[in-house]
């Protein structure tokens, strides 16, 4: 996982060996030691108090981990939550899914995203990483955004996808979805 440092690391020894410098912003003297670390309420940063050695004030660092998506194209930016909503906002229209489910989702999906470990994500990969959820939340919206995502072109693709998601929900113990919920296939 990378963690970016509000700090600059220093060039010398240290930062060859793999270790970081982290400057006083006070006297700019080239290291200083971590007295204090803790997570963030929500995980996603690391808070270090430091002091000094040479002038012996303290001060705060926070390390923030950053996911960012690589797209098709190889163009990256930063995973966005609000772009996930979006996306699976436009599969939901007209089905009954509030904002809290969708935010939920989202968040599943970062966080399912940030435990594989891995700075970058393909774009392909976000768009794996929403669809269980979103079968989880409704399967008409899985379905709507599996059709864009997956790129059905034909009713048979629809069809295929409609009969792999009656037998899974038959595997799961959770029963065949009411009729209103799949179009029937036959």
């Known amino acids: 996982m990378v963690w970016s440092r509000c700090s600059t690391p220093v060039e010398d020894e240290a930062s060859e060996r793999g270790a ?24 996603d940063a690391i808070r270090r108090r430091r002091s000094c050695p ?7 660092t926070v390390e923030e981990m ?18 996930v909503v979006s996306g699976v906002r436009k599969a939901c229209q007209g089905r009954p899914v509030d904002e809290d489910a969708l935010a939920l989702l989202a968040q599943t999906v970062e ?30 919206a899985y379905l709507r955004f599996a059709s864009v995502y997956r790129s059905f072109e034909s009713l048979a693709d629809f069809e295929a996808e ?11 113990g959770t029963g065949p979805p009411a ?5 029937s296939t036959s």
Do not use: N, Y
Request: hydrophobic content about 40%; overall charge negative.
């Open 54 to 60: 040479e002038c012996g004030r303290r001060f705060t």
């Open 179 to 183: 009729p209103s919920q799949l179009v």
């Open 66 to 83: 950053s996911l960012t998506v690589v797209k098709r194209c190889g163009v990256t930016e930063p995973f966005d939550r609000a772009k």
């Open 162 to 172: 409609i009969t792999a998601l009656r037998a899974s929900l038959a595997d799961d």
């Open 20 to 43: 970081w410098s982290v400057r006083c912003p006070f006297c700019r003297f080239p290291d200083s030691r971590v007295v204090d670390s803790r997570e963030t309420s929500d995980g």
């Open 111 to 140: 966080e399912q995203l940030r435990a594989a470990g891995s700075p970058e994500v393909p774009a392909h990969e976000v768009g794996m990483a929403i669809l269980e959820p979103l079968r989880a939340l409704d399967v008409v």
